[in-house]
């Protein structure tokens, strides 16, 4: 593959070289060449080489104009009348809408190879400069290397069913060995007594999961395939430092159970086209990702139960699939592990969405390993989010749902504080929940926390008690003055957690506006300061 530049600035220069780097990836050769270098008038020979391509980067000036080093090739399109052979080729345009030409070269280009005998394999992608070009071709280059792929039918890996296996040698086992309705909480405790495992409260807690066996077999009913099948996938691609995508040889049922993640995910545009390309119209497939696969969070097993005419071979899904990665969890204790949510709720095609790590260790309460206490993979992240150097720094801590998490660390870690004997500050939480009677969590641990006056303020909003919502950036602002005093002349941490960034982000700077007189400007500055200075943390997700 040969990518050309027309450039004057040298972002296409850039975006030529990414994506000849790419090449490599997808085990092709790629090069990235200055439009200006070449006789492009030999550009009809590039079919002598098979499986050639040539990609244009192209970039608009002026009228409509070609960039400096794009005049020549841009002068020859227009004058020859020459049989471009059927090259196969490919354009991005850059460009910028304010201009009145938006774009027109990469236009120009994209329709004149075509005009010429050339055979684009893949459609035209525009960028604009005036916001999201980077974005932009982004979103054109991720759907583009699947077209290539398969316009080449090249394969990343070569599927092996090794011969005279040692059985002992196959992996079988799992990593250690080597928007919604109605959710259940529940919170889990790890026993890690015994173990090299240590962590301070506010550390995060990585788990690895693995599938949901009855789901594993489905997929392997469905595909037709039998998962103890021993296979390897190899890399095709010599140069590269990852042989295999997962530890081989090894058995379908092994890679699909530990390695790859696919239950609770949605197909990914790479996933997706590849797969709409062996058997989907990919307008259709493009036209409805957003509303058939995201809206309707439909993962991989539901677009293959629910589309009888997709039918990729197992070892194709392997190769696509991203790896299972490890979860992590926020600790909620600072003396044992830890609590953690387990998502499940109903999806508008009616089928259960379960998280898979959460379901894993879920279902781990009730089954132990052959009459053994269950154990989990997992290890200990470090965490930014730590309890002030000084135990008399009064603390502030926002954690709406499952936010709360590490302040019952935090809490816990601040009661033995006092027991010692030390001097410790304000210690007050700011919880939202909806309801008082569903899903207070630790409702009696707080309760006790603040008659021992280990928690000197207990603020909890019930948002759907009352007929008017109550969050907790509404209890916040109740509180201004305090706060401001707080934060301002007692050096409080403020604490933030769960999903809430935004909204108690702006609660502050409601506070630091109303009460300490700053504009909204300097409000910003002011709590950017406060993190600088390590006193405003966030350990947020959504
Ligand atoms: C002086 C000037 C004129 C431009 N004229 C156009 C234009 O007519 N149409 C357009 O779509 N973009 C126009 N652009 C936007 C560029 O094409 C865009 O910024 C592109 O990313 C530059 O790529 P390069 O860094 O590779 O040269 C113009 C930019 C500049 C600075």
């Known amino acids: ?27 092709m050769s790629g ?51 020459g049989e471009l052979n059927r090259v196969n080729f490919a354009v991005f345009g850059l460009g910028n809408k304010t201009y009145e030409h938006f774009n027109a070269m990469g236009k120009y280009t994209d329709k004149r190879l ?31 290397w699947p077209a290539v792929c398969e316009h080449f039918r090249v394969e990343q890996y070569e599927l092996v069913f090794p ?18 309705g109605d959710r259940h909480l529940t919170h889990l405790e790890l026993d890690i007594s015994g173990s090299q495992i240590r962590y301070d409260s506010g550390d995060h807690v990585a788990v690895y999961p693995i599938n949901d066996v009855s789901i594993v077999n489905r997929i392997g009913q469905i595909l037709d395939a039998d998962l103890d099948t021993v296979i390897s996938l190899n890399n095709l691609e010599k140069e590269s430092n990852k042989k295999h995508p997962f530890p081989c040889p090894t058995t379908y049922r092994t890679a699909l159970t530990h390695y790859l993640s696919w239950p609770s995910t949605s197909p990914t545009p790479r996933t997706r086209t590849s797969c709409s390309n062996c058997c989907l119209s990919v307008s259709l497939c493009q036209g409805l990702y957003q509303s ?30 991203p790896r299972l990665q490890a979860r992590y969890y926020s600790i909620a204790s600072s003396g044992d592990i830890c609590a953690v949510v387990v998502v499940e709720f109903q999806t508008s095609t009616g089928r259960s969405f379960k998280g898979v790590a959460t379901n894993w260790l879920k279902n781990k309460l009730v089954v132990t390993d052959n009459g053994h206490k269950a154990t989990v993979p997992m290890y200990v992240r470090k965490s930014q989010f730590q309890l002030p150097f000084k135990a008399s720094n009064p603390v502030v801590m926002i954690g ?5 998490a590490p302040f019952m660390g935090f809490l816990q870690e601040r009661g033995w504080m006092k027991e010692q004997g030390k001097d410790v500050g304000e210690t007050i939480l700011y919880f939202g929940c909806r309801h ?4 207070f969590m630790y409702q009696q641990e707080l309760v006790e926390f603040e008659k021992v006056g280990v ?11 009352q007929e008017e919502k109550v969050y907790v950036q509404h209890l916040l602002k109740k509180n201004n003055e305090h706060l401001w005093k707080l934060i301002h002349t007692d050096n409080a941490h403020i604490y933030i957690c769960g999903d809430a960034r935004n909204m108690a982000q702006n609660a502050f700077y409601g506070t630091a506006e109303e009460v300490g007189g700053l504009t909204h400007t300097q409000a910003v500055a002011y709590i950017k300061k406060l993190m600088t200075k390590g006193c405003y943390s966030q350990d947020v997700w959504s």
């Not at 027309?6 to 220069?13: F, I, L, N, R």
């Not at 008082?436 to 899903?439: I, N, P």
Request: charged residues 25%; proline residues 3%; contains cysteine.
């Open 1 to 27: 593959m040969v990518v050309f530049y027309g450039s004057q600035t040298g972002t296409a220069e850039e975006f030529c070289g990414r994506l000849a780097k790419d090449a490599q990836r997808y085990g």
């Open 31 to 81: 090069m990235s060449a200055d439009l200006e270098e070449y006789d492009m008038s030999e550009l009809p020979r590039l079919v002598e080489i098979d499986n050639s391509l040539a990609v244009f980067c192209m970039a608009t000036y002026g009228e409509g104009d070609p960039t400096d080093n794009a005049q020549d090739f841009y002068d020859w399109m227009q004058e020859t009348n």
């Open 114 to 144: 075509e005009e010429l005998g050339g055979r684009r394999i893949y459609d035209l992608g525009m960028g604009d400069d005036d916001g999201t070009l980077e974005e932009d071709f982004v979103s054109w280059k991720e759907p583009f």
């Open 163 to 180: 011969t005279d296996i040692n059985m002992n040698k196959v992996y079988t086992g799992e990593m250690g060995r080597l928007k919604t």
């Open 292 to 321: 058939w696969v995201l809206d309707s969070q439909r993962n991989i097993l539901a677009v293959l139960e629910d589309m009888p005419s997709l039918h990729p071979t197992i070892d194709h899904l392997c190769e696509l699939l």
């Open 400 to 404: 709406p749902g499952t936010g709360i």
């Open 436 to 439: 008082r009677y569903q899903d």
């Open 455 to 465: 928690l000197t303020q207990l603020n909890v909003a019930f948002s759907r008690d």
